[in-house]
Nanobody, 124 residues
Framework: QVQLVESGGGLVQPGGSLRLSCAVSGRTFSNQPMGWFRQAPGKERDFVAAITWGGGITYYADSVKGRFTISRDNGKNTVALQMNSLKPEDTAVYYC?????????????????WGQGTQVTVSS
């Protein structure tokens, strides 16, 4: 079983930055992708970014491209999401997810394990 725990959320002013972290424990698979998703109240869970565990290949939603950066530390089994130039529309609960199949995936249905989520609020 795989466990994921997110941290780093909070309240930030527009234009500010936050860094989310996801600690992965349990059975892990080399070269398995990880993803970040977000869900605002009353909306569906949306793809934010994904990264292959071993290859370092990344993919971003258009809405965050150029502002967010996903990265991983294989030695520490962590995945991070650096968020810069935050906007009020980035407000959501952010989730880390792991995928047991190879290849990047933007659909939530393609991920097998999820963290509990961390709240990010962008407001002045």
């Amino acid at each position: 079983q795989v466990q994921l725990v997110e941290s780093g959320g909070g309240l930030v002013q527009p234009g500010g930055s936050l860094r989310l972290s996801c600690a992965v424990s349990g059975r892990t698979f080399s070269n398995q992708p990880m993803g970040w998703f977000r869900q605002a109240p009353g909306k569906e869970r949306d793809f934010v970014a994904a990264i292959t565990w071993g290859g370092g290949i990344t993919y971003y939603a258009d809405s965050v491209k150029g502002r967010f950066t996903i990265s991983r530390d294989n030695g520490k089994n962590t995945v991070a999401l650096q968020m810069n130039s935050l906007k009020p529309e980035d407000t959501a609960v952010y989730y880390c997810a792991s995928r047991s199949k190879y290849g990047l995936e933007i659909s939530p249905q393609g991920y097998d394990h999820w963290g509990q989520g961390t709240q990010v609020t962008v407001s002045s």
